[in-house]
Every structure is written in C-alpha cells, then in structure tokens.
C-alpha cells in the first residue's frame, strides 16, 4: 500500500494510505471476491479455500491456515 504526504502546514504532516499500489489492488480484489461470493450463497469452505488460493496467487507464503466460529452453548 503506497502512502501519500498531505501538507496542511509547515508544522504537521498527514500520512494518508491509498489503494493505488499492487498491494492495495489485491486487497481490494479480494475484497471484491468474498463479497460477491458470500453474497451468492458460497458455502464457507468455499470461501475459506478461495481466500487461502488468492493469498497464494497474491505471494503470501501460506503453509496453513485455521478459521473458526463463534457458537452459543447449548
């Protein structure tokens, strides 16, 4: 994710992050990706095994990966 310097003043400078790098660009089509596939009634394997393969195809180096869910007790 790239960062941008805003300068309002002489004495303070804003880091603002933009989405504009590769970085940013995967985030947000991953991002793309699950809400459109949750939405489309994906079951959550489904969702939990595409999101490991695009961290893959993204570079991250994935050598395992756990989710879990919040349940109520019975």
Do not use: K, N
């Not at 489904?46 to 919040?70: K, N, S």
């Amino acid at each position: 994710m790239e960062t941008h310097i805003l300068d309002r003043s002489s004495d303070a400078q804003l880091h603002v992050p933009t989405f504009d790098g590769p970085l940013g660009r995967a985030i947000i089509e991953t991002h793309i990706w699950a809400v459109r596939e949750g939405l489309g009634g994906a079951t959550a394997h489904d969702l939990f095994d595409g999101y490991c393969q695009r961290l893959i195809i993204h570079g991250v180096p994935l050598w395992r990966a756990h989710t879990a869910m919040e349940t109520l007790h019975p």
